[in-house]
C-alpha cells in the first residue's frame, strides 16, 4: 500500500549548509507516511498527496531541545530570583518530593503541548527520582521523539531524605525503565542515564553509570558546570574540576551530553573536545538563575558540538525555542561583538546540532530524504517579521512562538493554523492549575 502522502508547496526551506548552519531555498517536502520522502522541486507528487500551501512561511525540521525537565513545568512562576544551589533546595526539590503520578502526568502533558505549539519535535529530559514511567506514558501517546531518564540522587549527604535512593535501587530503577522504555513507540522513544549532577552523586554511582551506559549502549546526560558554587563544591568533594572528574570516572565521550558546562578551565575545555562529549547550552536558565555565560564561540572553535536547552519552566520560564535562540546569540554578540554566532548558525545549534547530540544525526534535525518527517512551518508575515528580506534573520532575532502555524511528528499532524490537534488545550491547562495547586499544598511550599 502506498503510504499517506503530505505535499508541502512552496515554502521557503530551512536546509543544512554542510557547515554546521543552515540555508533558505524556495521550494517543496513530500512526506510519505513517517520519513521526508523528497525535498526541492517536486513535479510530480503522488497523485493522492495532500497539498498544504506554504507561501509566506518557512519549513523548518523541527526544533530539538537537549536539555529539559518536564517534571518541573508545573513549578513555572514558583522559585524565581534564586541561585542554583537555593533554588534546587528550597524550592525544586521539595516541589519533585512531593510530585504524584498525576501531577507529573499533567507536567509532562503541560511541557510536551507547550513544546510542540513552539515548533520542538524531540526532546532530551531529565525527570525527578519517582513516576519517570508516567512521564514515558505521555511522551508515548504524544508521538513526540524522546530521549528521558530518572534523575539519580544517591549521596545522603547532599540530597535531601526524602529524594536520595539508596546507589542500587536508584541504578536498578534507571535499568527498569531503560529496559522497559528504550526504543519503544517505534523507536521514538529512548532512554538516557540521568545521575543528576556530581554533587548529588555518589563515586559509585558515578562509575557505575559509565559501566551501564557502555554495556546498555544508553546515553548519559547530566548537569556539569553550572555555577561557581557547584564548581566549588565538587572540588571540595572530589578534589577535581567538575569535569575533570566526570572523565575521571568514564563519564565524558560521544554518547554523554553536559548541560550547561559556563564555568569550564582549559583542561576541561581540552577534555571535551578530545572525547566529543556535547554540550547542552541553556542560555535562559543560565541568565535566569544568574549562573554566567557559558563560552560558547570558544568551545564551537575547539570542534565541540553545541546544541541547546530550555531546561525548564522553573528556571526559565518558558520551552520556546525562538526566545532560546535570540539568547544565545544576542549573549555572544554583547560579549564578542555582533558577528559573533550568526543566524544561520544559531539554527543549525536548534536542529542539527540537536539531532547530534541525542544519538539522532543523520536521522533527524534536516530537511533531507529519508529523515523522519518531523516539520514545522513558521509564518515570516507577522508585522514583527514585516518586511523579511532575509528569512534566516527573521527566524532567530524576530520570530515567536505564536508564529508556528503547522508542526508535524513522524508525518502526522499535530499542530494546524497554530492549533493543537493532540489535545485540547483548555483541558491540557485546567489540569495542569488543578495538579499545581494540589501540589503546592502537599509540598508546604507557598
Ligand atoms: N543541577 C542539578 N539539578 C538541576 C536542575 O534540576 N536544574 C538545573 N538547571 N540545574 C540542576
Ligand atoms: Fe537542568
Redesign the pocket.
Given at each position: 500500500m502506498t503510504p499517506y502522502a503530505t505535499l508541502i508547496r512552496g515554502g521557503l526551506l530551512v536546509l543544512p549548509d554542510g557547515a554546521g548552519g543552515v540555508r533558505g531555498e524556495p521550494g517543496d517536502i513530500l512526506i510519505e507516511g513517517e520519513r521526508i520522502a523528497d525535498v526541492g522541486r517536486i513535479s510530480r507528487p503522488p497523485a493522492a498527496a495532500r497539498v498544504i500551501y506554504a507561501g509566506g512561511c518557512a519549513v523548518l525540521p523541527g526544533f530539538l531541545q537537549t536539555h529539559v525537565?518536564l517534571c518541573?513545568t508545573l513549578f513555572r512562576g514558583a522559585a524565581d530570583e534564586l541561585s542554583?544551589l537555593d533554588w534546587?533546595r528550597n524550592r525544586?526539590w521539595p516541589l519533585e518530593a512531593a510530585h504524584t503520578p498525576d501531577s507529573i502526568r499533567a507536567s509532562a502533558r503541560l511541557a510536551v503541548a507547550e513544546l510542540l505549539l513552539s515548533g520542538t519535535t524531540a526532546v532530551q529530559t531529565?525527570e525527578t527520582v519517582r513516576h519517570t514511567e508516567c512521564v514515558f506514558e505521555v511522551l508515548a501517546e504524544s508521538g513526540m521523539f524522546a530521549v528521558s531518564g530518572k534523575a539519580l540522587m544517591d549521596d545522603p549527604t547532599t540530597c535531601p531524605e526524602s529524594l536520595c535512593q539508596p546507589t542500587d535501587a536508584a541504578l536498578a530503577d534507571a535499568v527498569d525503565l531503560a529496559e522497559k522504555w528504550d526504543g519503544s513507540a517505534n523507536g521514538r522513544l529512548r532512554v538516557c542515564l540521568a545521575p543528576?549532577?556530581a554533587?548529588?552523586c555518589t563515586d559509585e554511582c558515578l562509575s557505575e553509570v559509565a559501566s551501564l551506559a557502555e554495556a546498555g549502549n544508553w546515553r548519559v546526560h547530566t548537569?556539569a558546570s553550572?555555577s561557581r558554587d557547584?564548581v566549588d563544591l565538587v572540588q571540595r568533594r572530589s578534589g577535581r574540576r567538575n569535569v575533570v572528574y566526570l572523565d575521571h570516572l568514564g563519564l565524558t565521550g560521544d554518547h554523554v551530553g553536559l548541560?550547561?558546562c559556563v564555568w569550564l578551565d582549559n583542561e576541561e575545555v581540552d577534555l571535551l573536545s578530545d572525547s566529543g562529549t556535547h554540550v547542552l547550552h541553556?542560555p535562559g536558565?543560565n541568565c535566569k538563575?544568574g549562573s554566567g555565560i557559558a563560552p560558547v564561540p570558544r568551545l564551537l572553535s575547539r570542534g565541540i558540538n553545541v546544541s541547546l536547552g530550555a531546561?525548564?519552566a522553573a528556571?526559565n520560564n518558558t520551552l520556546d525555542m525562538f526566545r532560546e535562540m535570540r539568547l544565545a546569540t544576542q549573549l555572544q554578540k554583547a560579549l564578542h561583538g555582533p558577528q559573533t554566532l550568526p543566524a544561520s548558525r544559531v539554527l543549525g545549534m536548534a536542529t542539527r546540532a540537536g539531532a547530534e547530540a541525542l544519538g539522532w544525526g543523520g536521522q533527524m534535525g534536516e530537511l533531507r530524504p529519508g529523515r523522519w518527517a518531523n516539520v514545522v512551518l513558521v509564518s515570516l508575515q507577522g508585522l514583527h517579521t514585516t518586511p523579511s528580506p532575509d528569512p534566516l534573520s527573521a527566524l532567530v532575532y524576530g520570530c515567536k512562538s505564536s508564529d508556528i502555524r503547522s508542526v508535524w511528528l513522524a508525518g502526522k499532524q499535530v499542530v494546524a493554523e497554530g492549533q493543537l490537534l493532540l489535545w485540547d488545550e483548555e483541558d491540557v491547562r485546567r489540569d495542569a492549575n488543578r495538579e499545581a495547586h494540589d501540589l503546592f499544598e502537599r509540598a508546604g511550599v507557598a
Amino acid at each position: 500500500m502506498t503510504p499517506y502522502a503530505t505535499l508541502i508547496r512552496g515554502g521557503l526551506l530551512v536546509l543544512p549548509d554542510g557547515a554546521g548552519g543552515v540555508r533558505g531555498e524556495p521550494g517543496d517536502i513530500l512526506i510519505e507516511g513517517e520519513r521526508i520522502a523528497d525535498v526541492g522541486r517536486i513535479s510530480r507528487p503522488p497523485a493522492a498527496a495532500r497539498v498544504i500551501y506554504a507561501g509566506g512561511c518557512a519549513v523548518l525540521p523541527g526544533f530539538l531541545q537537549t536539555h529539559v525537565h518536564l517534571c518541573q513545568t508545573l513549578f513555572r512562576g514558583a522559585a524565581d530570583e534564586l541561585s542554583l544551589l537555593d533554588w534546587l533546595r528550597n524550592r525544586i526539590w521539595p516541589l519533585e518530593a512531593a510530585h504524584t503520578p498525576d501531577s507529573i502526568r499533567a507536567s509532562a502533558r503541560l511541557a510536551v503541548a507547550e513544546l510542540l505549539l513552539s515548533g520542538t519535535t524531540a526532546v532530551q529530559t531529565m525527570e525527578t527520582v519517582r513516576h519517570t514511567e508516567c512521564v514515558f506514558e505521555v511522551l508515548a501517546e504524544s508521538g513526540m521523539f524522546a530521549v528521558s531518564g530518572k534523575a539519580l540522587m544517591d549521596d545522603p549527604t547532599t540530597c535531601p531524605e526524602s529524594l536520595c535512593q539508596p546507589t542500587d535501587a536508584a541504578l536498578a530503577d534507571a535499568v527498569d525503565l531503560a529496559e522497559k522504555w528504550d526504543g519503544s513507540a517505534n523507536g521514538r522513544l529512548r532512554v538516557c542515564l540521568a545521575p543528576r549532577f556530581a554533587v548529588s552523586c555518589t563515586d559509585e554511582c558515578l562509575s557505575e553509570v559509565a559501566s551501564l551506559a557502555e554495556a546498555g549502549n544508553w546515553r548519559v546526560h547530566t548537569h556539569a558546570s553550572e555555577s561557581r558554587d557547584e564548581v566549588d563544591l565538587v572540588q571540595r568533594r572530589s578534589g577535581r574540576r567538575n569535569v575533570v572528574y566526570l572523565d575521571h570516572l568514564g563519564l565524558t565521550g560521544d554518547h554523554v551530553g553536559l548541560a550547561h558546562c559556563v564555568w569550564l578551565d582549559n583542561e576541561e575545555v581540552d577534555l571535551l573536545s578530545d572525547s566529543g562529549t556535547h554540550v547542552l547550552h541553556c542560555p535562559g536558565s543560565n541568565c535566569k538563575l544568574g549562573s554566567g555565560i557559558a563560552p560558547v564561540p570558544r568551545l564551537l572553535s575547539r570542534g565541540i558540538n553545541v546544541s541547546l536547552g530550555a531546561d525548564g519552566a522553573a528556571c526559565n520560564n518558558t520551552l520556546d525555542m525562538f526566545r532560546e535562540m535570540r539568547l544565545a546569540t544576542q549573549l555572544q554578540k554583547a560579549l564578542h561583538g555582533p558577528q559573533t554566532l550568526p543566524a544561520s548558525r544559531v539554527l543549525g545549534m536548534a536542529t542539527r546540532a540537536g539531532a547530534e547530540a541525542l544519538g539522532w544525526g543523520g536521522q533527524m534535525g534536516e530537511l533531507r530524504p529519508g529523515r523522519w518527517a518531523n516539520v514545522v512551518l513558521v509564518s515570516l508575515q507577522g508585522l514583527h517579521t514585516t518586511p523579511s528580506p532575509d528569512p534566516l534573520s527573521a527566524l532567530v532575532y524576530g520570530c515567536k512562538s505564536s508564529d508556528i502555524r503547522s508542526v508535524w511528528l513522524a508525518g502526522k499532524q499535530v499542530v494546524a493554523e497554530g492549533q493543537l490537534l493532540l489535545w485540547d488545550e483548555e483541558d491540557v491547562r485546567r489540569d495542569a492549575n488543578r495538579e499545581a495547586h494540589d501540589l503546592f499544598e502537599r509540598a508546604g511550599v507557598a
